[in-house]
């Protein structure tokens, strides 16, 4: 059969064309050959809080690189611009974190071989890489729609005096305070109970002794019987009836409703509660009580100290927030962050599975919220992935920027966390901060529309399609805030509610709240949104944003209600804005202070230090999430090598520990800068914590947002261990030192409350936390340092983690000599902490040449 004419030029086109653009792209450089450099060149360039850095292309593949014809995508905070004016290539902003760079009309083609210098200046000072450009990829003009990753970038660290960065002198002056407790003077149940007292006869567990229950605690005695089963290598047998040696968990009337009593005596283990969560807070106690060299390998038996403990927690709600929409972590790493929480009474996972980057959980009925919004890639239109942010590069699917929860995974999720009495609370980020819905929606309506079905496309629309209001969010986005006039919104709003309700009930899971955001709408959303005209028309009492804020929020309340939930949210939800002497400034907001609202209070800085009490006192419930000490995600120390933001300050070890819920103002020391504070300048005329207020503030919250978080290691880094603070925080008594009015007393009485916490972490806690649940990668102190009279003198925040040490140049490993008292020297001594399991922190170098 003869072919037609038209098809066989068309054919002919086709293949003259391909061969064409394969000629063409094998004269071009390979873009993984297109290797990229980053340096400061100043870091206060031209004596302003702004930086020079120098960007270096280099050309290692055997093509060039066109002067014309390709964009070089990559992702920046903050924005950057070229020094020179004639510069070979220019920079624009797409939207969040994404920018390109294009080559110019000065741009001369780049030779295989050859490099190309590019200064840029930015604004603010580079602390560590959370400023450096990163996730570059390429795209060729002539095929748009793919991208392509280009050699990893190498960041060279800056040399910079006017960075004061953390030394090793000022680590050994923080832990000179620290004294090493010998292990058996420790309380050996963490978080520190209410009431403990060691009895001197201890109790020797084996496998084949049983699990003696009440019926009502079978569930807890189950979950011990597994945990000890990993222990022995054999799970203990469960009955409801014994006599002799046993670990019996028995149902006591009268006792708070997490409240438990353990008593550990030669002959039997007695765990009493009123209520099975109270029970399994006792299993947790006893399961600290277990030495953590018992978890190295399976054991015959083990010795626990005889104890009796009367505990109870101090908050009713202690959470921990996972961010899992910046970037993805597996279901599989949620049950052992769930894990962690369960072993040290952690009691809410605040699960903020949606934002302007991803959403991260099925909602079936709309598939395009984790077809579209679940994953990122480089795209020209959005309609099958978001774009990429946070580093994610060009290719959907291959990195923790996409990835989702199925139905069934959520599901699992929530069994797991209710066995462990822990409370799910999902967040629906609403209004802002809901990029990722809102594209998804716009992807489901160009389907639709494509189908046909105009009336069904606009069903779940979240964004008016002729506004023309202008905005930027503070992560830079100009799309990410739903529309609060169309009916849209709150038919989208309640079909995620009613399913994620259908999840949990399938799941047999409580759930008493939603968490719907609230957080940093911008200026300049709804101004010109004809939806928005409409509603004002038809509703005189609605005169602007803030009305539209209380409409919003007062139906979304409606919404919950009418399925028996209250409304949990950041703050802004319970705030609204007034004139005051001609500035304008945020308050309570009076309409909702009484219809049991949940706020988590993060700001307490920058002359909000009293927003929470503020709050507690105007009648919010209010959960304690104060970001200068419980932002898990800040940098732990100001060191180039420490990963993390700063934007709050620094958090180590200690800022969770130290903080005072009732008294926080008594407890700041430093500014985001790490710098020491004035109490009676920065909290003058600030609002004090009322009684009323007081019983109000139901709990304390720390978040690890994930901006910076790629992998679970990170994660777990950054989350441990410090989390510990938190947990300790949250659960045990108001400390002695956070009452006492003696300053001096009160100092003296902390460092102690202090070198006994981090005694426990370091010979118990993390020691055991290197083998449970398989182990978590949980960040290792560097060494403090001084050199003093010719000899280097070192200790380490954990006692129970040694300091090895060479003075060849070398790195320092397990073979390496142990310090043990000062170190005689004329060269440098490189000195790195060890953890018990022989893993290891960062090196620290002293010496005559500064670290």
Known sequence: MRKPLAAVLCALFVLLYATSFAQENSKKIDPKKLQLSYEVADGKYENKPQTLAVLTLTNAGESPLPASGWTLYFHSFPALKPKAENAPVRVEHVNGDLRYLSPTAAFKELAPGASLRLEFVSGGLVVNESRTPHGFYLVWDQDKSKGHATAPISVKKPDQPWVDWLQAKDVYAQNKVITDIPEEKLTKVFPTPAVYHETGKPFTMTAAIPIVTDAAFMREATLLSEYLGTVFGKKPVISMLGTGKAIRLQQKKGLGPEAYELQVSPQEVVINASTPAGAFYGTQSLKTLIPAASLTKKQSSVSLTGVRVSDNPRFGHRAFMMDVSRNFQSKEQVLKVLDLMALYKLNVLHFHLNDDEGWRLEIPG????????????????????????????????????????????????????????????????????????????????????????????????????????VYRSVQNWNDNVINVALPSTYTFLGKVVDEILAMYKEAGAPIQTIHMGGDEVPNGVWEKSPAVETLMAANPTIKGKYDLWDYFFGKVNDMLKARKLYLSGWEEIGLTRVEENGKKKYVPNQDFKDKNFHVDVWNNLWGAEDLAYRMANAGYKVVLTNASNLYLDLTYQKAYE????????????????????????????VDTDNKPINPAVVFKGKERLTAYGRTNIVGLQAPLWSEMIKTPERLEYMLLPKLLGLADRAWAPDPAWATEPDAAKAEAAYNQAWSEFVNVL??????????????????????????????????????????????????????????????????????????????SGRVVTVGNKAS
């Open 762 to 839: 370091g010979k118990r806690e993390l020691p055991r936390l290197s083998y449970y649940a398989g182990g978590y990668q949980y960040r290792i102190p560097t060494a403090g340092a001084v050199l003093e009279n010719g000899k280097v003198l070192a200790n380490v925040q954990l006692p129970g983690f040694v300091i090895r040490y060479t003075t060849d140049g070398s790195e320092p490993t397990e073979k390496s000599k142990l310090y043990t008292g000062p170190i005689s020297t004329k060269g440098e001594v490189k000195l790195k902490v060890f953890a018990p399991s022989g893993r």
């Open 642 to 669: 420490e990963s993390g933001l700063y934007w709050a300050g620094y958090l180590d070890l200690d800022k969770p520990f130290y903080f005072i819920p009732y008294d926080y103002m008594k407890n700041q020391k």
């Open 366 to 469: 709309l598939p395009e919220l984790t077809e579209v919004g679940g994953k990122r890639g480089h795209t020209v239109d959005e309609l099958n992935h978001l774009q990429p942010s946070l580093g994610s590069g060009p290719d959907a699917d291959k990195t923790s920027g996409s990835g989702h929860y199925t139905k069934a995974d959520f599901i699992e999720i929530l069994k797991y966390a209710t066995e462990r009495h822990i409370k799910v609370i999902p967040e629906i980020e609403t209004p802002g901060h809901a990029r990722a819905a809102i594209k998804s929606m716009d992807a489901r309506y160009a389907r639709l529309m494509q189908e046909g079905k105009p009336e069904e496309a606009k069903r779940y629309l979240l964004r008016d399609l002729e506004d023309k209001s």
